[in-house]
């Protein structure tokens, strides 16, 4: 058996014991210790080196590392500067770590416990209480991000009651579990969505999956009504969401396709195919092209253009722009910007342009969308509606009779009465006939159209946006629809008729 070698010692001694400054090499050759002894103990400040090229340098007392000190870990990089007890980490100090990792604050027995300071390889940032070297208790985080959390913790996960601010604005406060959201809280959404009730797992436990407007699937009405859409959103079992508000739904409208007639040569014609000829399925059997909606003014029962400014349709805006231009297919966000160039260049445009009530927010899963009507139609655009056979066709020299007409009287735009206005359609046995009229008493013609109501919450709350919802408006010439059924502005626009004609008698 091989007798173990002494160690070796070079300094200062008293009374045969080891006291002052000396060097000491141990028996086993693996530590090595430089330093203040005391009655042959490790004594005030000294420097203990390991074979591995760790070291610890500080204070010592009785021969253990107790006090402040400085510790390096050859094998990792580590480095620890605080407080020592018995050669272990223990009260406040600074660990170092070699991956960019930085913990400031208290440590019991070797662990992180306590308040403390964490800061991870990619900046992120956590203090608070420590457990065990896990987060636990109450602490903020603030996340790569942007992202700002405060509130409990459980081993390392976000548990308990918290309140999250996102970087890009959306707030929730409520319960956590498993590091997300469960139980009670409520958000609100950097979209302007807002909700407060019961969550799982992230997500909300009652969640609209449809938009419904309510009232009939197909609506009949004449020519220059307005209507008014009240619309909910609902969830699987046909309940309105009230608990969520602040959704951006958007109305709009379509034509069926093969109702709109124009010139192959008209500019207008050529301005459709650019910013909406593509037909679009619809719910009904048919496909539709986008036509402008518009809005009657609460104070005036005069309609005004959502997309337009002094009194200038959409359709105007754009045959205006279209002028200028050769419209190639290639060009339709040209055409586009061009329409909208228009509109910025209006004199005192900011203050003519009226609040676009074809979006609303759903408050309380509701929302209504209130005097909304269709648009007129250009001077160069004829419409038909098949009723119960086809429609009569115009011989050339009539069509080019009516066109040659129209071009030459004044054009106004649909701000002018809807008194004065008529149709151009009338009926005529079981064809729909053609009839000329001035462009200023022009109002929506006879037709199939779809109202679409459809989310353009940006971005989608929840990441996805609810499927549209669809009702079909038939507008009738007025001499079809019984007076019974007309709408209440409708019916004054029929017994101002009658009344006049009366009087013409």
């Not at 059924?485 to 009658?498: F, Q, V, W």
Request: proline share 5%; charged share 25%.
């Amino acid at each position: 058996m091989a007798e173990s070698r002494p160690g070796v010692y070079r300094g200062e001694m008293k009374e045969q014991r080891r006291n002052g400054y000396g060097h000491y090499i141990y028996s086993n050759s693996f530590f090595e210790y430089e330093g203040e002894w005391k009655d042959g103990k490790k004594q005030g400040h000294g420097k203990l080196l390991f074979k591995d090229g760790s070291y610890y340098e500080g204070e010592f007392v009785d021969g253990e590392i107790v006090g402040n000190g400085f510790r390096y870990w050859a094998y990792t990089g580590n480095t620890y500067s605080g407080q020592f007890l018995y050669g272990e980490l223990h009260g406040h100090g600074v660990m170092q770590y070699k991956d960019g990792r930085k913990y400031e604050g208290d440590f019991c027995y070797g662990l992180q416990e306590g308040h403390g300071l964490l800061t991870d390889k990619d900046g992120q940032q956590y203090e608070g209480s420590f457990y065990k070297s896990k987060r636990h208790g109450g602490g903020k985080m603030r996340f790569k991000n942007g992202d700002v959390y405060e509130g409990d913790w459980i081993l390392d996960q976000r548990q308990g009651h918290g309140l999250l601010h996102c970087a890009d604005g959306t707030v929730y406060e409520g319960q956590w579990r498993n590091d997300t959201f469960n139980g009670q809280g409520s958000i609100i959404h950097c979209s302007g969505v807002t909700y407060d009730g019961q969550w799982l797992n992230g997500y909300p436990v009652v969640q609209p999956t449809k938009i419904v407007i309510l009232g009939p699937e197909v609506i009949d009405t004449v020519p220059g009504s307005t209507h008014t859409f009240h619309v909910q959103l609902h969830n699987e079992d046909g309940e309105v969401v009230k608990c969520e508000s602040g959704r951006l739904l958007e109305i709009s409208a379509g034509i069926r396709d093969g109702e709109l007639l124009a010139s192959s040569k008209s500019s207008l014609y050529k301005i459709m195919e650019l910013i909406g000829r593509e037909s679009t399925e619809s719910p009904f059997g048919f496909e539709y092209i986008s036509y402008p909606l518009m809005a009657s003014s609460s104070e005036s029962p005069e309609p005004r253009a959502t997309l337009a400014s002094d009194g200038k349709s959409l359709f105007a805006l754009l045959e205006q722009s279209a002028t200028k231009r050769d419209l190639e297919p290639e060009s339709r966000s040209t055409l586009m910007d061009s329409a909208r160039d228009t509109l910025r260049n209006q004199d005192e445009m900011e203050d003519s342009i009226p609040s676009p009530s074809c979006f609303q927010r759903t408050d309380r899963g509701s929302a209504i969308f209130n005097n909304i009507i269709l648009a007129p139609p250009p001077m160069d655009v004829v419409l038909t509606m098949q009723l119960n056979g086809p429609p009569e066709p115009l011989s050339p020299r009539r069509a080019k009779k009516r066109r040659d007409k129209m071009h030459t009287e004044k054009t106004s735009t649909s701000q002018e009465s809807l008194g004065s206005s008529r149709s151009r359609l009338t009926v005529h046995g079981s064809k729909t006939k053609f009839y000329q009229t001035r462009l200023k008493d022009a109002v929506t013609l006879p037709g199939e159209y779809v109202i679409m109501v459809h989310e353009v919450t940006s971005p989608p709350f929840m990441g996805k946006h609810l499927p549209p919802a669809f009702r079909l408006l038939r507008i009738l010439p007025e001499k079809v629809l019984p007076e019974k059924a007309l709408p209440e502005k409708g019916r004054r626009m029929s017994l101002r008729k009658d009344s006049q004609k009366d009087a013409g008698n």
